[in-house]
């Protein structure tokens, strides 16, 4: 679920920016194939995340939103990680609509909202932002980046998990 | 412990930001207009970079027109007595217009103040003299198929012009050079770019957006869906 959407997130942002700043445009130079690119990354990843629903650990993926929707101080998330999956979530169904909206509104005019690609914009801004802000705590910030083993490996250190989840750790053992 | 179970925090959050996302479609467009003195002097902060209130580029074709000065005319044909071509220096010695606008997109962006300059179709066709029997004008891009066309009385509105420069500075690629149409009543899409061929017509044909299902007359706020 992380891989579909980081994978799907980069490819619509560098192509949709090429599509978007004059200045890359103008660079690359390929309208309809970033064009044809910023789509069918947009298609394959609502596929996959489809996919995922169907055919993964739906036992798991539930158990993350019920940690999620209650805040849940003991849960494997802290508080801001939960609160990044819910804007996540929003973010991820507001871009489908709005993006949706731009395709199809070249189509039929009366799907063609004015604010349709503000909106479109806005929601890359924030993501962007809380993009940076994630690769920061995952990559550089030293106290928290050993998070990343948990995205790549699937596991952290018990110590680390102690330090920086202890209600976590403590669930975890009154479930042992 | 059961009682902050049933809390629904995640879900109401969650609710509450695609309600918000969506209703936007409806607000997004006034709250972006109260906000753009603040975000149009960001953007000014960070330039191209950032491109709050700024140009989007679209083509319609693999890539953008390349201008050679040496090769590339601007030919003037169809219901004409004289038709002509014209080098880039001979439109450069005309007489020149200048205007500032706001370039409206259908797309739904803006970009205010666009000071444009270049020359009055008035003057460029009394050197072609078009028959009595013209009654539009076609407008043909390098960049193939697109193509747009006016009404003659269009053409003669207030600000409409052969765009040669915008801003102060010859137009860039993106921007069309060397010449564009601009009539600012209009969305943009009726602005051809890369202007290569210019027909006098009898009726007005249908444009490249226009056979995609847009409105011929793209009056800005009263066209495609719009009302003001």
């Known amino acids: 679920m992380h891989w579909v959407h980081a994978t799907a997130f980069c490819i619509l942002l560098g192509s949709g920016l090429c599509l978007y700043l004059p200045s890359l445009a103008e660079a690359v130079n390929r309208r309809p194939l970033l064009k044809s690119i910023h789509l069918y990354t947009a298609a394959s990843w609502a596929g996959a995340l489809l996919l995922i629903f169907v055919l993964g650990d739906r036992r798991s993926l539930l158990r993350t939103a019920r940690e999620v929707d209650r805040l849940d101080p003991n849960g494997r998330m802290n508080r801001g990680q939960q609160l990044n999956t819910i804007v996540t979530a929003a973010f991820a169904i507001l871009f489908a609509i709005t993006g949706f909206l731009l395709w199809y509104g070249e189509r039929d005019t009366r799907f063609r909202f004015a604010s349709t690609l503000l909106v479109h914009d806005w929601l890359m801004y924030v993501s962007f932002v809380l993009f940076l802000g994630h690769l920061y705590y995952a990559l550089i910030l030293p106290s928290t980046r050993h998070s990343l083993s948990g995205m790549t490996r699937g596991w952290v250190r018990e110590d680390w998990a102690k330090r920086r989840h202890p209600g976590w750790v403590a669930a975890l053992r009154r479930n042992d | ?228």
């Open chain 2, 1 to 228: 412990m059961s009682d902050a179970a049933d809390r629904h925090y995640g879900r109401g959050a969650f609710l509450l930001l695609l309600g918000g996302g969506l209703s936007s479609l409806a607000w997004g467009t006034k709250a972006s207009g109260v906000l753009s003195p603040l975000t149009s002097a960001f953007s000014q902060l960070v330039g191209n970079i950032f491109p709050v209130g700024g140009w989007r580029i679209y083509t319609i074709s693999g890539s953008m027109p390349i201008f050679d000065p040496k090769t590339w005319r601007l030919e003037i044909g169809g219901l004409v007595k004289k038709p002509r071509s014209f080098t880039y220096d001979e439109l450069l010695a005309l007489p020149r217009a200048h205007q500032v606008n706001d370039f409206h997109c259908v797309t739904g962006w803006t970009v205010r103040n666009v000071r444009w300059s270049g020359v009055r179709f008035s003057h460029l066709l009394d050197q072609v003299e078009p028959l009595p029997q013209a009654k539009a004008i076609r407008f043909v891009s390098l960049e193939q198929p697109y193509n747009d066309s006016l009404s003659l009385g269009q053409l003669h509105l207030l600000d409409v012009m052969l765009a040669l420069e915008m801003d102060g500075e010859p137009l860039t690629r993106p921007h069309g050079s060397p010449a564009r149409v601009v009539i600012p009543e209009m969305y943009g899409y009726k602005g051809v770019k890369w202007l290569t061929r210019i027909e006098m017509v009898a009726h007005q044909p249908t444009g490249y957006w226009e056979g995609l299902g847009y409105d011929q007359n793209a009056w800005v706020g009263r066209s495609n869906g719009y009302t003001t």
